[in-house]
């Protein structure tokens, strides 16, 4: 499977070979995943850190070494740096994951081991950025702390410049040019757009019956989850999309809908279970005061010590099992965390859990998110149309927006619900999403081998 076409780029089906079918030069793997490991490890360094001081600087005092804005200010300037951020982001993060897939043929046992690599090297940019910019600020200000982001993503331009060669050309050549005939469309598309924002603002009003701060939030969340609505849309209807991949895109969407409840819990870590630290913790430990936002480093400390566990597992099972049952085994975890937080919750009762507690919600989710999350990179990579491979990284991250958006949207109508009840009820119907999944595990995998198959003969028949 994977025969290049004349651009040297993996094509649809066949029996040739991919870039780096006979690279092992890092760690068994082709040696272009260093440059893309590096490149986005040094990425994410730069971006954590970067965001870990802005909203400080942006209202601290003067005499601190900040701006001086007001609070109010200093959040919508905030929010235009945060835009301008995604911006980048964007382009970015679809486009290097894209990159990882194409190094390997669709039946290469290392690609979810590839991407278990290569999602190490974002924890480890995430776990040491904050840590590292927040000192360079307390030693230095604010323009410290800047200047050591910044050389992050200065060393990240120089890690792809340097190891650009070791791609072996993925990514030189778009696999769906825009066209003169596509401008007018484009161009629709943009208008659909803003009038879709404009609608789903309109919809917040009339709900909030004003316009509040929850009028925002509502009007994103109706974003985020339109936007892969109207972007799995927009490919089925693609005439370049041919039938084999259609059949895959099918096989995906029970894919994404998993990721979505996945993300919807795992994304709580920075709102519900925050707060859960803060006010339902026992922050003293052996005698020691424990800020609640340890617990943020816990997540990804663990992925930094079990990624290499879990690269060399799905090795060693020989990329079993199926992707799809991959999938309902991440969703199971992240359900039990939030089952065992309600428990722990209950019996609680109205004093604190133990520290111990959250440390086991945040490493059950790891090991969920491992089971998951590279083997959603790997699989977006696999089933994504031809034509759409960058959209279709994109369509992947829109999971966790839209999974933000339902948090949202929970958080509003939960208001006054007892830990117990909130993590119990979110833990079992997160549950239920997983049985589903294994239920229909066999038909994904059926789709993805029917679509695979007939790629495979039409390329031998043409």
Known sequence: MGVMDQDGAPGRGGAGTARGTHDRGFFGHPRGLLTLFGTEMWERFSYYGMR???LYFLTDTLADGGLGLDEGVGNATAYLGIVLVALGTGLLKPNVSSLVGE?????DPRRDSAFSIFYMGIN?????APILVGIAREVGGYH???????VGMAVALAFFVAGRHLLGGAGDAPPNPLTAQDRPGLLRLLAAVGVGALVAFGVAVLV???VEVTTFVDTLSYIALA???ATFWVMFRSPKVTAPERSRLRAYVPLFVAAMVFWMIFEQAASTLSAYAKDHTELDVLGFAVSPSFFQSVNPAAIILLAP?????????DDRPPTAVKFAIGLAFAAVSFLFLAGASAIAGDGRSPAWVLVVVYVIQTVGELCLSPVGLAATTLLAPRAFRGQAMALWFLATSAGNAVTAQLVQVTEGASPTAYFGWIGAVALACAGAMFAIAPWVTRKIREGAETEDKAALAG
Do not use: K
């Open 52 to 54: 870990a001081i802005l």
């Open 103 to 107: 190094l390997y043929t669709r039946d």
């Open 124 to 128: 480890i940019g995430s776990l040491f």
């Open 208 to 210: 909030s019956g004003g």
């Open 227 to 229: 936007a892969p609505v």
């Open 309 to 317: 566990l879990f690269a060399w597992l799905w090795v060693r099972l």
């Open 144 to 150: 410290a702390g800047f200047a050591v982001a910044a």
